[in-house]
């Protein structure tokens, strides 16, 4: 098996990267390899550093090794045998599968990363190990002037760079702020259906003082369709997000068109209340609850990439 998007990589040394038993002569240049990211995490292979968050993290060398060639293989299977051939030189004596086991939970406990539960990297019962989050490689400024012959040029000191999860250009904040505004935002709807749904009454009410008898009996059919909808959707996006589940990125895009027309339905609700808090406050609160929707949205990429 051919391994790797880029011919890079076991051991990272100040001469050469070495490819098992080849060597290939490096630049001590820390920008001529460029930069692997995923999710709020970026690899400076030639450096041999992991980092959060632009913030440096404690990893051994031989777990960083295996961290790389996953990363060069995102989505594929790596196999414990591609593994030992790429990190694990012929001649070294070692106990493999119990170094490989180590330097998988290291890598683990680096990313935050659950074995039962994996963001990042996946394990496949006796066949290896596999990387699941999207991978983007960065050229550094240094490579790019190398690549077009100006070393002359003198290049300046590179800005800091903030992690984007995938192509929102976002800082990327804790996961779990994101989920927690992703519930509230839930139980806010859950409260607005069981509210209008309980006080049913009331809604026919102030609907027939400001709209003809037609228009009160679609609000109100409206009303009822939605909310009855609503409840387990709202339900099902609680507990999805709570136990974090994986393939909530997936499942929210497919159930978005009816969110999308659900939530701007009700965003008119503040309407209804007219009488109460005036045609400023109504728009205000309209205007509020029609962006919530494409909130969602973001905030489900920004939690579940993919």
């Not at 086991?101 to 994996?118: F, G």
């Not at 590179?158 to 992690?163: I, Q, S």
Request: hydrophobic content about 50%; glycine content about 6%.
């Amino acid at each position: 098996m051919v391994i790797g998007q880029w011919d890079r990589c076991q051991d990272i040394t100040s001469t050469g990267v070495h490819y098992g038993r080849h060597v290939m002569p490096m630049p001590a240049s820390s920008g001529e390899s460029g930069i692997l990211r995923f999710g709020v995490f970026e690899v400076d292979v030639a450096a041999g550093e992991l980092r959060k968050n632009g913030a440096r993290l404690r990893l051994q060398d031989q777990p960083f090794q295996v961290l790389v060639v996953l990363l060069e293989n995102p989505g594929r299977v790596v196999t414990r045998d591609d593994l030992r051939q790429r990190v694990w030189p012929a001649d070294t004596f070692v106990d493999f599968d119990h170094s490989l086991n180590t330097a998988v939970n290291k890598i683990r406990e680096a990313l935050n990363d659950s074995a039962s539960s994996p963001r990042f990297v996946e394990t496949l019962a006796r066949r290896g190990y596999r990387f699941i989050a999207p991978v983007n490689s960065v050229e550094t400024r240094a490579t790019k002037s190398s690549k077009a012959g100006s070393s002359d040029v003198e290049v300046g000191t590179e800005p800091p760079v903030f992690p984007a999860i995938l192509a929102l250009d976002v800082p990327a904040p804790h996961r779990g702020v994101v989920r927690a505004l992703f519930a509230l935002i839930q139980i806010m709807y859950l409260a607005f259906y069981v509210n209008a749904l309980h006080h049913l009454d009331d809604v026919e009410r102030v609907a027939a003082g400001t709209l003809p008898a037609w228009g009160t009996r679609l609000i109100v059919i409206a009303v009822v369709v939605t909310g009855a909808a609503g409840i387990p959707l709202r339900f099902y996006l609680m507990s999805a997000v709570g136990f974090d589940f994986r393939k909530l990125g997936a499942s929210f895009r497919r159930l978005f068109p009816f969110v999308l027309v659900a939530d701007q339905l009700w965003a008119v609700a503040p309407f209804l209340l007219l009488p109460q808090i005036g045609i400023g406050l109504a728009l205000a609160a309209t205007a509020a609850l029609l962006y919530v929707p494409f909130s969602e949205r973001t905030l489900i990429r920004m939690a579940y990439p993919s």
